[in-house]
């Protein structure tokens, strides 16, 4: 089966560790994105990677960092300096085309920091 | 900026009745649009997309009408159930190019409960 998979689907840390989100897709897309929301809001987008080694910053990029060594991995790092980071987490990939810019969504990871 | 809205953010309907959930857009350059359906703690699931060259797509139970003269999108799902509970968010295609390819924008989303 094809898909994106994000794990865990619950994460715990204590205020000041940095935590990683893993994202991985077998669809073949070349781009990914991560989101956050939270309760209530729709999504923003936080880093989005349109091919390998190659990333930009989306609406909220402060605070977090990414990485896309592989075309089927796109892993989120939630740092310290992310002032909130209690939130649902969304992985997103796409392969954007003249027919459509559909993405599809992982099931997402919930992280609390306390 | 420019951002997709929603105009309504709760919508509660009985079972077998049509709902209609709206969204207002304001980038007159927006070429895509994409309505997506999200049950409590997954991921979006895609519903029906369409571009800016038509005004009506149909899927399975579901209609999206699209005014380009009033940037105003919506989104008709046919005799509700209430596995139709969910938020709908609507998106609309960022940018026709560059480092904004491929990006959407997303609607804050509009809770639908479906009342047996």
């Known amino acids: 089966d094809g898909g994106i998979t994000q794990s865990p689907k619950y994460l715990f840390r204590k205020e000041g560790q940095n935590v990683t989100l893993s994202c991985e897709q077998n669809?073949?897309?070349?781009?990914m994105y991560w989101y956050r929301q939270d309760p209530g809001q729709g999504l923003r987008l936080i880093y989005y990677s349109q091919i390998v080694n190659d990333f930009q910053k989306g609406d909220i990029a402060e605070g977090y960092s990414v990485s896309r060594e592989k075309k089927e991995s796109f892993p989120l790092t939630v740092t310290s300096a992310q002032k909130n980071p209690t939130a649902f987490y969304l992985c997103a990939s796409s392969r954007p085309g003249l027919a459509s810019y559909e993405q599809y969504f992982g099931p997402g990871t919930r992280l609390t920091v306390t | 900026g420019e951002s997709v809205g929603l105009h309504l953010p709760t919508l509660s309907v009985q079972e077998g009745d049509n709902s209609i959930i709206n969204c207002a857009y304001s980038?007159?350059?927006?070429?895509?649009f994409i309505w997506y359906k999200q049950e409590s703690g997954k991921g979006p699931q895609f519903i029906i997309d369409i571009r800016s060259n038509m005004d009506k797509r149909q899927g399975q139970r579901v209609t999206v009408l699209l005014n380009k003269t009033v940037k105003h999108l919506s989104l008709q799902i046919a005799a509700t159930q209430p596995g139709d509970s969910a938020v709908y968010f609507c998106?609309?295609?960022?940018?026709?190019?560059?480092?904004?390819?491929?990006?959407?924008?997303f609607g804050q989303g509009t809770i639908l409960t479906v009342h047996p």
């Open positions: 998106a609309e295609n960022a940018g026709a190019g560059g480092t904004s390819y491929g990006k959407l924008t």
């Open positions: 669809l073949n897309h070349d781009a």
């Open positions: 980038n007159s350059a927006s070429d895509y």
